[in-house]
């Protein structure tokens, strides 16, 4: 059974590097094909998919965080990572990561159980 | 981007209901359509993928239709372990988006 478990820091200051982490258990990160998501949602709004990385380690981001957002990938650790840049208020979420078969029908079938990251200073 | 409009936003129902939740696409996504359940603190669960395949493990009472642009979510027969927020979500294309939710209560 995959599990997923995301880890980091709970309060962020303003305009400071959000950093989070998915660790990766019951299956390799590097085997099969499969992207690994990362997706937040706010309070009181919408879930947002923020992007993911595929195996080999290309990326696919939201184009309304783009500018901010890097994901990348240990696979000696089975882990992948967040990292959102000059982070505000409005970026205070639970942040979920998860993975996406890569199949034609694409869809999300494992998350974690999400964080919650505040930014505040 | 694909916008994604879920109804009703809460619902109120009892145990033995059937009920139903639709979600509507801002453009035709043919079947690219998924729903899941989210419980608080637990990891959202996928429930239907490709708008009408019954992910492994999850209940017969759940079931899903529709393609284009209007799909729905059916739960047969609620049971009290139903009660939870649902979401849809479009995987026709990147970015992937999310239906607002509807929170399903007990009565």
């Known amino acids: 059974q995959v599990q997923l478990q995301e880890s980091g820091p709970g309060l962020v200051k303003p305009s400071q590097t959000l950093s989070l982490t998915c660790s990766v258990s019951g299956g390799s990160i590097s085997s099969g094909s499969y992207y690994w998501s990362w997706i937040r949602q706010p309070a009181g709004r919408g879930l947002e998919w923020i992007g993911r990385i595929y195996t080999s380690g290309s990326t696919d981001y939201n184009p309304s965080l783009k500018s901010r957002v890097t994901i990348s990938v240990d696979t000696s650790k089975n882990q992948f990572s967040l990292k959102l840049t000059s982070v505000t208020a409005a970026d205070t979420a639970v942040y979920y990561c998860?993975?996406?078969?890569?199949?034609?029908?694409?869809?999300?079938?494992?998350w974690g159980q999400g964080t919650l990251v505040t930014v505040s200073s | 981007d694909i916008q994604m409009t879920q109804s009703p936003s809460s619902l109120s129902a009892s145990v033995g209901d059937r009920v139903t939740i639709t979600c509507r696409a801002s453009q035709p996504i043919s079947t690219y359509l998924n729903w899941y359940q989210r419980k608080l603190g637990k990891a959202p669960k996928l429930l239907i993928y490709a708008a009408s395949s019954l992910q492994s493990g999850v209940p017969p009472r759940f079931s899903g239709s529709g393609s284009g642009t209007d799909f729905t979510l059916t739960i047969s027969s609620l049971q009290p372990e139903d009660f939870a927020a649902y979401y849809c979500q479009q995987s026709y294309n990147t970015p992937y988006t999310f239906g607002q939710g509807t929170k399903l209560e007990i009565k």
């Open positions: 998860a993975r996406e078969p890569h199949t034609a029908m694409a869809y999300f079938d494992y």
